[in-house]
């Protein structure tokens, strides 16, 4: 946000961000120190929590609503300024929330720092959101850039999202859709510089990804919407029913199932999104492909992530199968 120092600038930026409604803010290059931060806790309705360097430079900072049902504690922060973790808790689920503010600099060590904090807490469930001054794809990420910035920190940081299982959720949901959220003002330059990195296990409880226009910023904030009602127990775990083994019709959905799932990740040549771009008939000529002939394909996430979609989608359709079934039971009854 290049600085909060000022105060006409502190109110309206924050009066602006307030109008999006978030639960959480996350913010980099805060410039804060600790009177600034008094002042912060005492004009806004949130929880802070922040990891402040100078007036001048760097610092980062979490904004919690207090009216969300979720307990918030700090995990790890940093004397420099450029990271920030909390804890959040909600029900019996603990995920670690993590905002960076990353070197100008090529610092693959930075990276690797922060992997390691949150390996030490034990926790698998985490974000990592912020500036990260780091693209992922040169080819995609950057506009009339001649050279690759900070190219030994986005080869650390994509080794590093593949050894622990994180994904861009961003490039997820878009594998090839150029967007940018910094733009230099004096020249040609832009860049995906500020996402979101998720553990894959956080996946399924996401619902919105998307960014705004850039308010006193060269950079656009990006927002990210999580249903935490999915981190309750309820009911308790979902478990397969195995008596919809018995039943063929169900058998046959699970099947197109699966071979839907895959068709949403599958690399197919001509195709830049298969599954949304393909005909009725291509699409059908890949589902009535054998097990074997699909297993040839290349596909855009890993093998785990896959089983994490192809589970998520069979237990999403057997709920539904199991209510319609239950429903034409209770229609059979009553009639």
């Known amino acids: 946000v290049n600085g909060l120092g000022n105060t006409k600038k502190r109110r309206i930026v924050l009066a602006y961000l307030n109008k999006l409604k978030p639960d959480v803010l996350c913010l980099t290059d805060t410039r804060f120190g600790n009177e600034l931060e008094q002042k912060l806790r005492n004009e806004s309705d949130y929880i802070c929590f922040f990891s402040s360097f100078a007036t001048n430079s760097r610092g980062v900072a979490i904004l919690v609503n207090k009216k969300i049902p979720c307990i918030v504690s700090e995990a790890f922060g940093s004397e420099d300024g450029n990271s920030l973790a909390v804890y ?17 600099n090529d610092t693959p060590s930075f990276f690797q720092s922060i992997f390691n904090k949150i390996l030490n807490t034990g926790i ?25 910035r900070n ?33 230099n003002k004096a020249g040609p330059q832009k860049a995906r510089l500020d996402y979101f990195l998720v553990s894959n296990s956080l996946i399924p409880f996401i619902t919105e990804y998307n960014s705004c226009n850039p308010y006193h910023s060269d950079h656009k904030p990006v927002c990210i919407t999580i249903d935490y009602t999915r981190f309750s127990r309820g009911k308790g775990i979902w478990r397969h029913n195995d008596g919809l083994l018995e039943n063929m019709e169900y058998l046959n959905l699970i099947n197109d199932t699966i071979s839907h799932t895959l068709a949403k990740y599958v690399v197919m040549e001509n195709f830049s999104d298969f599954y949304g771009e393909a005909t009725d008939e291509q699409l059908d000529e890949f589902v009535n492909l054998t097990a074997e002939e699909k297993q040839n394909f290349d596909y855009e996430i890993n093998p785990n992530l896959m089983m994490e979609m192809i589970i998520n989608d069979i237990r999403n359709q057997s709920i539904a199968f199991s209510s319609c079934l239950k429903n034409d039971r209770w229609n059979m009854k009553t009639i």
């Open 88 to 104: 959040v808790e909600y029900d019996s689920k603990k995920f670690i929330l993590c905002v960076i503010y990353g070197p100008n």
């Open 124 to 148: 698998a469930d985490c974000l990592i959101c912020g500036d990260f001054n780091v693209t992922l794809d040169f080819e995609i990420d950057n506009e009339n850039y001649a050279n690759h």
């Open 151 to 183: 190219k030994k920190s986005s080869e650390t940081l994509k080794n590093l999202m593949g050894e622990y299982n994180f994904m861009d959720y961003f490039r997820y949901a878009n594998p090839n859709k150029k967007e940018f959220t910094w733009i």
